[in-house]
């Protein structure tokens, strides 16, 4: 038995050695090689790089940034080839990157109990999550009685999508290497990404895939890492024939957490219909803000149980196998700021040291002050450009052309941003991004569509990645596991005559109520309001108790000024805010 157990052991073991620093995601109409530095799209396998959609690059290389305070001193590090920014290497804090161990593991669901889940063992030995269906503590994947399924008694790997690929990596490149000179902080990434093969089959419109980062603070440094930003970063170039990439714009989608790249026009490379690049921030990190998310019996900052009453609580959804985890006395947070900037631009360029990349996390120009939208790109619609907040860049909406848009074409990087939030020992933080590649019928449209399925994901993520649409119509068929605020329709509307937008002010809101939730266990109060850009309260739609189902409630904003306006849902612990357009 112990011969077998051992040959068996060099066997797996071996599989390991024979590659995995690099591998290449193959799925749903998308080709990206990702590495064991944190790396997307800027990794050569096969002698090509770069993130394609339909056989076309979209995406040059993605990553992230991370900015904090140590004590009164400030930090940044990431993940940010295009920009020389490199601080990561393979493995846990304190390891030898080079252990073999330190590999990229892929994960397929099928069939139960294959090579992909034994060669697993490794990353659990390394510190990956694991389902224990025995509750002993130990990963191991046996089909216990034999049926050639897996069942709920037995062991598994954390596995999301029809495709996983899961790595470690942490923040040990020697400062004096590193671009900004920061020194390691003993922090450590666990990164997840996933796919799935049949999500928007019936509809070729959009390709997505997520990246789930768990980032633990070892502490080596410090038990506390405070005022923390983390930042999805990417160099979106849409196309790579001659200077295809040299016409993007940059826009940011503050109701659905996204910022996105797009192209102006007709591409070079892709002809008239060029996709449009969406980060969304599906999962924010989790804060505990004192007033907010918890009273503050005992007023020492720190959401203690037992003393502290929680006013809301945070979740991380680790798939319908894993479950949810809830952290009463917390909130998730969304992004709190949009940037971007160019390399070429002396103004708004590369970051050059910790303290212009921490600015562009928090919304800024490199030199830390705020943009003016009176002066960046244009303000159209009627919207008064000294009203519009500049920490979100290029906020508007291209295809109605209201709001502060993007009108210099470049080659954009962008950074979407969520925090502030901790870093303590023991206590990892969880964020789930979303890249979504949308294609239409020209560029613009391109844009709606994206924003089409980012309202979708965020309703599958809703569902604990159960209810998978499969196309933005299907988008009805969702299972009610959760309370869903819908865009208005039509939007924008128009009280004008003849518009097309539908020629009068009325506009319809619908949302729903779910039968049973981690929100209620009995019926609660619901309330639907209208507030205009300056939160002014317009309307109350709903102020009553309401049963499990759908619903669709008319506004006539007959009188209204016309301008952007929000309407919010709440119920119970529930809150959720959209936007929508009033022409004239």
């Known amino acids: 038995m112990k011969t077998f157990i051992t040959t068996l052991i060099i066997f797996l073991f071996t599989q390991i050695l024979t590659a995995q620093d690099k591998y290449l995601i193959n799925t749903n109409r998308i080709w990206l090689p990702i590495n064991n530095f944190g790396v997307l799209a800027d990794v050569s396998i096969f002698n090509k790089s770069g993130g394609l959609l339909d056989d076309k690059q979209f995406l040059y290389s993605a990553g992230f940034f991370l900015s904090g305070k140590n004590s009164d001193t400030i930090w940044t590090n990431g993940v940010a080839s295009a920009s020389s920014i490199a601080d990561y290497q393979p493995g846990n804090v304190d390891s030898n990157q080079y252990d073999p161990r330190n590999a990229i593991y892929e994960i397929t669901p099928l069939p139960a109990f294959n090579s992909t889940w034994q060669k697993y063992r490794f990353a659990v030995q390394i510190g990956a999550k694991f389902y224990d269906g025995n509750a002993d503590g130990i990963y191991n994947p046996v089909d216990l009685n034999g049926n050639g399924q897996w069942d709920p008694n037995e062991d598994r790997p954390d596995i999301i999508g029809d495709f996983t690929a899961w790595c470690a990596y942490n923040d040990g490149v020697p400062g004096s290497t590193r671009r900004y000179k920061n020194n390691p902080l003993g922090i450590e990434i666990h990164q997840t990404l996933f796919s799935y093969n049949n999500y928007n089959t019936a509809d070729a419109r959009s390709a997505t895939f997520f990246v789930r980062y768990k980032i633990f603070n070892t502490g080596k440094v410090s038990q506390t890492l405070d005022s923390v930003y983390f930042g999805a970063w990417s160099d979106t170039d849409i196309g790579s024939i001659g200077d295809a990439y040299m016409d993007d714009l940059a826009g940011c989608d503050t109701v659905n957490n996204a910022g996105y790249i797009y192209n102006d026009g007709d591409d070079a490379d892709w002809g008239v219909n060029p996709p449009a690049h969406f980060i969304k921030i599906l999962q924010g990190p989790y804060a505990y803000i004192p007033g907010v998310t918890f009273i503050d019996h005992n007023l020492n900052g720190d959401f203690d149980p037992g003393v502290d009453t929680p006013l809301d609580t945070a979740k991380n959804r680790r798939g319908p196998v894993l479950g949810v985890d809830l952290f009463p006395g917390a909130k998730n947070l ?47 619609g009627g919207v008064n450009c000294n009203l519009v907040n500049p920490i979100f860049a290029y906020s508007g909406d291209p295809v109605t052309q209201v709001g502060w848009l993007s009108n210099f074409p470049s080659d954009y990087r962008q950074i979407v941003s969520t925090g502030p ?10 964020i789930i991004v979303a890249h979504i590649a949308a294609r239409g019928v ?18 599958f993520y809703n569902s604990n990645f159960v209810s998978m649409p499969l196309s933005v119509e299907e988008e009805e068929n969702l299972v009610l596991s959760d309370y869903k605020l819908y865009q208005n329709y039509p939007n924008p509307f128009s009280s004008g005559g003849g518009s097309a937008y539908g020629g009068n002010s009325v506009t319809t809101i619908k949302f729903s109520i779910p039968s049973s939730t981690e929100y209620q266990s009995v019926q609660q109060n619901v309330n639907l309001k209208i507030y205009d850009i300056l939160g002014n309260e317009v309307a109350v739609l709903v102020n009553e108790p309401k049963s499990p189902g ?22 119970g612990k529930f809150i959720d805010t959209k936007k929508m357009i009033l022409l004239r």
């Open 334 to 380: 969304g992004i709190t700021s949009y940037m971007f900037y160019i390399s070429s631009s002396i103004v708004q360029g590369d970051p050059a040291n910790s303290r212009e990349a921490r600015n562009y996390l928090l919304g800024r120009a490199a030199n830390g002050q705020l943009l003016n939208p009176c002066g960046w790109g244009v303000v159209l």
């Open 421 to 430: 939030f901790k870093l303590k020992v023991g206590q990892p933080i969880d």
């Open 442 to 459: 020209s560029s613009l449209n391109s844009v709606y569509w994206g924003k089409a399925y980012n309202n979708t994901l965020q309703q």
């Open 550 to 571: 759908t619903y669709e409630i008319k506004w006539d904003a007959s009188g209204q000024a016309s301008g952007i306006y929000f309407y919010q849902l709440r119920a």
